[in-house]
């Protein structure tokens, strides 16, 4: 069974910048197309960012375009998220999905995703 392990997360101030890494086990990862999603409390689970299977497509939400990268790298079995010009409204825990994918595409929409790891907090605060 895929097991997903996200990693990262802290307090960082206005304007900072954190990178989540996901580290992935018990499959290879070439199969599966990536996500990461946020809750904050209070609030419904959203859709940050995804990567496709080969990482040649990734699509990202409006709130974080411009801001946010996603990445893969196969030979460390993880997928990155890096996080600059945080502002407070990204707190939140973040979680890093999987979905076993036979297409080259993503799609950022939680109810896809079927592995899902445990979240690392981010807070933005001064």
């Known amino acids: 069974q895929l097991q997903l392990v996200e990693s990262g997360g802290g307090l960082v101030q206005p304007g900072g910048s954190l990178r989540l890494s996901c580290a992935a086990s018990g499959f290879s990862l070439d199969y599966y197309a990536f996500g990461w999603f946020r809750q904050a409390p209070g609030k419904e689970r959203e859709g940050v960012s995804c990567i496709s299977k080969s990482g040649g497509r990734t699509n990202y939400a409006d709130f974080v375009k411009g801001r946010f990268t996603i990445s893969r790298d196969s030979a460390k079995n993880a997928v990155y998220l890096q996080m600059n010009s945080l502002k407070p409204e990204d707190t939140a825990v973040y979680y890093c999905?999987?979905?076993?994918?036979?297409?080259?595409?993503?799609?950022?929409?939680?109810?896809?995703?079927?592995?899902w790891g445990q979240g690392t907090q981010v807070t933005v605060s001064s």
């Open positions: 999905a999987a979905t076993l994918t036979v297409e080259d595409i993503c799609v950022i929409r939680t109810k896809n995703y079927g592995s």
